[in-house]
């Protein structure tokens, strides 16, 4: 089999992974708005396979396009695939090359996408109060007003889920104070425990709580745009990090493109492939280094 029927099988592959993927996140996204009407049984073609807990747990925080399970299957589909297909077009050599950018690969993207998840929170999270103020001048009480607040538009998916969450146990009979803490401890943001703070302060004494709700939902919205310029000014070095990383790579790629007798060596030989593993290790560490030293926390 040549080289390029082993490409075209790899793309075909690579977009019915793409299809399925696309078309689970989009069922699981219908299925999240009308959780009482699940798909029927008969129609279902195959699931995904549901990732450990601690891996469910970093892809969510990563706050990737696609649900974790369509993830982790697609992860999992292609670290079985890719060094096979990478053996037969290239030898042991590119198939072990394969299999290490497979397993790390995902590790480093997801890495360095930590932290995501809480920074759309934070902000959604002004709008949020915001909504909680207005339902609290129209006349509503404090849980009413965080459950109409869960249920706005313009509440983030997951922020909205948290403020659902803690109106439903305080509709159960549970303290809205208590319910309030526990999105706190779930989500121990800066700007979150002090909402919690503000809300719970407000359920506890009463007073003026739509003045108090507003002023921590402009207090949240200085420190986003304070964040925001903050990173706008250190997007050069994260440009910077992302070329010097990704610099190597292309150079070693396009040499063992060109000249046969560097594929050969570092393909095909021991030395070649431990200087091959140990380059792009110290790459990606160096990479993960560099965004870690540009992170911006405020």
């Known amino acids: 089999m040549t080289l390029a029927a082993l490409l075209a099988l790899a793309v075909l592959a690579a977009g019915a992974l793409a299809r399925e993927a696309h078309r689970l996140s989009r069922r699981g996204s219908v299925v999240g708005r009308l959780a009482e009407a699940p798909a029927p049984a008969e129609r279902r073609r195959w699931e995904p396979v549901a990732p450990p807990e601690r ?3 970093a892809l969510v925080e990563a706050d990737l396009p ?3 399970a369509v993830a982790w299957t697609a992860w999992l589909g292609a670290l079985a ?3 096979l297909l990478a053996g037969v077009g290239g030898g042991l050599g590119l198939a072990g090359v394969a299999l290490l950018g497979l397993a790390a690969g995902p590790y480093v993207l997801v890495r360095s996408r930590r932290g995501r998840a809480g920074e759309r929170l934070e902000q959604a999270l002004p709008g949020a109060l915001e909504a909680v103020a207005r339902s609290l001048r129209s006349g509503a009480s404090l849980r009413q007003a965080v459950a109409e607040a869960g249920a706005a538009a313009g509440t983030g998916r997951v922020l909205a889920a948290e403020l659902s969450r803690a109106a439903a146990e305080a509709g159960q009979g549970a303290s809205l104070v208590t319910a309030l803490e526990g999105v706190g401890r779930r989500r121990p943001l800066p700007g979150v425990r002090l909402g919690v703070a503000a809300l719970c302060l407000g359920a506890e004494t009463g007073g003026a709580q739509a003045r108090a709700v507003d002023g921590v939902a402009a207090t949240v919205r200085e420190r986003i745009a304070v964040a925001a310029e903050l990173r706008a000014l250190s997007s050069q070095a994260r440009i910077s990090a992302l070329v010097i990383g990704l610099a190597p790579v292309g150079f070693g790629a396009f040499a063992a493109a060109t000249d046969p007798r ?3 060596f570092l393909l095909h030989t021991t030395g070649g492939l431990i200087l091959l593993v140990a380059g792009l290790t110290l790459d990606a560490v160096g990479w993960l280094w560099m ?8």
């Open 81 to 83: 695939i890719g060094p």
């Open 55 to 57: 891996v469910a747990a």
């Open 66 to 68: 696609v649900p974790p």
């Open 291 to 298: 965004q870690r030293l540009a992170k911006v926390d405020v």
């Open 262 to 264: 560097t594929s050969q």
